[in-house]
Nanobody
């Protein structure tokens, strides 16, 4: 079973920066799209940024120009550089990856895998 672990969350003042990381481990054959999502208290989970395995990126309008997503395929890791943070960016941030695992006979069907989340709190 592939596992994802996020890191890099914390408390920061408005205008500050944080860099989130999410590393995948396990019997990985391939990783396709990698995404960062977030969920604020009382709100639905939303897609923040995504990157394909051809490095095409997309961002939510609320973070364009402030956040940058990147990936290191050799490390099975996705990053989210967050600059000019605002109090409204406060949320639990979750990474998810579409992964394909090795199987005893080759490889399995791709599926979406999620990390447990990391808290980001931006104070005003």
């Amino acid at each position: 079973q592939v596992q994802l672990v996020e890191s890099g969350g914390g408390l920061v003042q408005a205008g500050g920066s944080l860099r989130l990381s999410c590393a995948a481990s396990g019997s990985i054959f391939s990783i396709y799209a990698m995404n960062w999502n977030r969920q604020a208290p009382g709100k639905q989970r939303e897609l923040v940024a995504g990157i394909t395995n051809s490095d095409s990126t997309n961002y939510a309008d609320s973070v364009k120009g402030r956040f940058t997503i990147s990936r290191d395929n050799a490390k099975n890791t996705v990053y989210l550089q967050m600059n000019s943070l605002k109090p409204e960016d406060t949320a639990v941030y979750y990474c998810n990856m579409r992964v394909r695992e090795f199987t005893p006979t080759g490889w399995g069907t791709p599926y979406d895998n999620w990390g447990p989340g990391t808290q980001v709190t931006v104070s005003s």
